[in-house]
Nanobody, 117 residues
């Protein structure tokens, strides 16, 4: 199993920046894929960014060029650097881990990001 703990959410004005952190309970290089998802009120949860154990990253079109996913193996932590934030980025952001042969999903508790206009 993998436990994930997010931090770094908050309230920011449009155009501002935030960095989210997700601390994992095991070696992140043993996790197939780590990702950040978000869910806005009344909407489905959507993938924002991901990084594989091999370091391949992917982004949703809505955040390309503004968000960056990265990791620190020494801290077993994955980050989401968010810049040029927009009100439509407002959501609860969740860290996700897919691990093991069955690609089991693990989720963090979520962290609220609110962008004011």
């Amino acid at each position: 199993q993998v436990q994930l703990v997010e931090s770094g959410g908050g309230l920011v004005q449009a155009g501002g920046s935030l960095r989210l952190s997700c601390a994992a309970s095991r070696n992140i290089f043993s996790i197939n894929t780590l990702g950040w998802y978000r869910q806005a009120p009344g909407k489905q949860r959507e993938l924002v960014a991901s990084i594989t154990s091999g370091g391949i990253t992917g982004y949703a079109d809505a955040v390309k060029g503004r968000f960056t996913i990265s990791r620190d193996g020494a801290k077993n932590t994955v980050y989401l650097q968010m810049t040029s934030l927009k009100p439509e980025d407002t959501a609860v952001y969740y860290c996700n881990a897919q691990y093991g042969l069955l690609r089991t999903n693990g989720w963090g508790q979520g962290t609220q990001v609110t962008v004011s206009s």
